[in-house]
C-alpha cells in the first residue's frame, strides 16, 4: 500500500463518519457529536498525508513506515496537525476555522467523559440546536477548505461533497426555534437602519452588519453564532457604490458584479494623500508591507484610521517592521530577520549557505 491509497482510505473514512454523524443528530446526539469531530480530524489528517504521511505522525515519536501502514503509531493532535499545516504545508487553517473546531473537539471530549443525559425534552431539544450550531459553524469552514483551498486535494469527492453540503443545510429546522425567538427584535432593528444579512452557515437572515467603512468588524449570526470578519469598502472602483466583502479581499460588487481583488482592496483602504506626503518626505511608514499571516505580498496597508489592514486576509496590525535583510515592511517579529530573512527572503544565512 502507498501513501495514496493510505490517503483515500482517510478520506473515505472521514466522508463514513461525517454521513453517521448527520443520521445521529436526532435521535443519537451524544454519537452525532463524537462521530462528527472524528470527520473533521481526519480530513485535516488526510491533507498533512497527501503531503507526506509522516506528518500525521506526532511529534512525540518516530516516523517509521512499517508501524504506520499496521496502524502502530501515535497521530497528531488537532493543534499539532494545524502547526504543521502552517509551517510546513503552507496551507494552514485560520484562526476563525481552527477555532470552530476546536469547538467541536471540546464538545467531543464531554460526551466521551461528561456526558449526562437530558432529562427534559425541553433540555433535549436544546441539546440538538447547540449540537447542530456548533457541527454547521464548522461544516461552513471545513466546506470551504475542501472546495477552495485544499480544492486539488479533495477534488476526487466533489459529488460527495455536495451531498454532505445538502444533507446539512437541511439542520437548520433545528435552529428555526431560535430564529423565531429572535425575529421581532432583528424586525426592530430594521427598522433603526441596522443591516441582516443571510448566514452562509445556518441560513437565516441574522448576521448583523456594521455601517462603518474600511474597518474590519466581525458580522456575527445571531442564530448560530458564526462570525466572519468583514469590511465595507466605501467605492466600488467600477461603479462607487459601497461593497462588503467577507473573510477575504476577494469578492463581488454587490451593485454591479464586477470582482474585486486585494489589489482593489488595498487601493480603496490606503490614505493614498497622506501616502503621498509621506513618501515626498522620505516617511516609508506608509509603504505597502507583506503579510506574515497569509504570505501576501505588499497587501498589508495603512489606513486613515492609522490601522495596518492586510487587503488578502483582512489581518489587523498595529505596526510593520522591516525585515533586516531585503529592508521589506512585514508583519510580525523581525528580530532574527537579519540572518534568517522574511516570508519573502531567505536572509544572510542563505546568501552564504554555499559558501
Known amino acids: 500500500m502507498n501513501n495514496e491509497e493510505m490517503f483515500s482510505r482517510l478520506v473515505e473514512n472521514a466522508f463514513d463518519f461525517l454521513f453517521k454523524a448527520i443520521s445521529e443528530i436526532e435521535g443519537q446526539p451524544k454519537y452525532s457529536v463524537i462521530h462528527f469531530y472524528a470527520a473533521v480530524e481526519l480530513f485535516v489528517k488526510a491533507r498533512l498525508m497527501k503531503e507526506h504521511w509522516s506528518l500525521v505522525i506526532s511529534q512525540r515519536q518516530e516516523a517509521d513506515w512499517d508501524k504506520f501502514i499496521v496502524g502502530d503509531f501515535q497521530s497528531v493532535t488537532l493543534t499539532e496537525a494545524a502547526n504543521k499545516l502552517r509551517k510546513i504545508v503552507r496551507s494552514g487553517l485560520a484562526k476563525a476555522e481552527l477555532d470552530a473546531f476546536k469547538e467541536v473537539a471540546n464538545d467531543r471530549n464531554k460526551m466521551v467523559h461528561f456526558f449526562h443525559e437530558a432529562h427534559s425534552e425541553e433540555e433535549s431539544g436544546k441539546f440538538k440546536r447547540d449540537i447542530v450550531k456548533k457541527q454547521l459553524k464548522a461544516w461552513f469552514f471545513l466546506h470551504q477548505l475542501l472546495i477552495a483551498k485544499w480544492k486539488k486535494e479533495f477534488s476526487s469527492w466533489d459529488d460527495k461533497i455536495a451531498e454532505l453540503d445538502e444533507k446539512l443545510r437541511r439542520l437548520h429546522e433545528f435552529l428555526q426555534v431560535i430564529f423565531d425567538n429572535l425575529k421581532p427584535q432583528i424586525e426592530e432593528n430594521k427598522k433603526k437602519g441596522i ?78 494623500g497622506a501616502a503621498h506626503i509621506a513618501a515626498m518626505e522620505g516617511d516609508d511608514s506608509w509603504g505597502e508591507g507583506n503579510c506574515s499571516d497569509c504570505d ?38 523581525m528580530e532574527d530577520s537579519y540572518v534568517a530573512g522574511c516570508n519573502h527572503c531567505d536572509g544572510m544565512a542563505d546568501w552564504h549557505k554555499d559558501d
Do not use: M
Request: hydrophobic share 30%; net charge negative; charged share 25%.
Open 195 to 272: 443591516q441582516y444579512d443571510e448566514c452562509p452557515s445556518c441560513g437565516f437572515e441574522a448576521q448583523e452588519l456594521c455601517e462603518d467603512e474600511n474597518t474590519i468588524y466581525e458580522a456575527k449570526c445571531l442564530v448560530c453564532g458564526l462570525a466572519e470578519k468583514s469590511l465595507n469598502i466605501q467605492q466600488c472602483p467600477e461603479c462607487g457604490e459601497t461593497v462588503t466583502l467577507k473573510e477575504e479581499g476577494f469578492g463581488q460588487c454587490q451593485s454591479c458584479g464586477k470582482h474585486l481583488e486585494p489589489e482593489d482592496v488595498a487601493g480603496a483602504l490606503i490614505d493614498s
Open 296 to 333: 501576501g505580498y505588499h497587501t498589508v496597508v495603512r489606513t486613515e484610521n492609522d490601522e495596518w489592514i492586510c487587503a488578502s486576509c483582512f489581518g489587523v496590525f498595529e505596526s510593520l517592521e522591516a525585515c533586516g535583510w531585503c529592508n521589506e515592511l512585514n508583519t510580525g517579529d
